[in-house]
């Protein structure tokens, strides 16, 4: 079971909730340093808004509005205690009327991310499943920030390309990796 499926639970009256403790995946996933090819690269956690709106389950839904509205957001992450992500309240849920809670109106068990995970591939994900925004946690569950699409498209379109070490330029014939000179 995942930790925020764990706290989520406890949040639920539940006893006796234990969470996995894991090993070298953690590390990525907590976004510590890296060292290797991929070090330096922009990830999920890199350009993810760290100062982003949140609120509890038991916050009024209308207090949660005029908050987040006056932030300048549309999008508010619901946490625990422990920065734990819930739930998410999207323009659609803090566009409801009426006396409510956060907890009754949220997105529950919202995809989350992971810090290491490359820019470009959170673009091509976020347009693919036509997504403004992802929280991005650690293994634990652990709000991070959240990732706006447009942040990572700008991102991942000033990543430089990798170029394909086998390919051959069709004007030249040559690989890319060919320092030969070319007379003139």
């Given amino acids: 079971m ?16 234990f969470d996995y403790a ?12 890296t060292e290797g090819a991929a070090a330096g690269r922009p990830t999920a956690a890199t350009v993810a808004r760290r100062e982003v709106p ?21 999008t508010c992450v619901v946490v625990n205690e422990a920065r734990i992500v819930m739930g998410l309240l999207r323009a659609e849920e803090l566009g409801r ?9 949220m997105r529950p068990g919202p995809s989350t991310f ?40 700008r991102a991942a379109q000033r990543r430089p390309a990798r170029v394909d070490a086998g390919r051959r330029s069709a004007a030249t014939g040559r690989s890319p990796r060919d320092k030969r000179e070319t007379s003139a």
Avoid: Y
């Fill in 114 to 153: 992971r810090p290491h995970v490359a820019i470009d591939e959170m673009a091509k994900f976020m347009a693919t499943h036509d997504l403004p925004n992802v929280p991005v946690t650690t293994s634990a569950g652990e709000l991070i920030g959240l990732l706006i699409r447009e942040d990572a498209d």
């Fill in 54 to 74: 949140t609120c509890r389950l038991e916050d009024s839904l209308r207090d949660v509005q005029e908050r987040v509205r006056a932030a300048g957001w549309d």
């Fill in 22 to 33: 894991a090993g070298k995946s953690d590390w990525l996933a907590a976004g510590l340093p």
């Fill in 2 to 17: 995942s930790p925020r499926a764990a706290w989520r639970l406890e949040s639920l009256g539940f006893g006796q909730v």
């Fill in 97 to 105: 009327e009426g006396d409510a809670t956060v907890e009754s109106v």
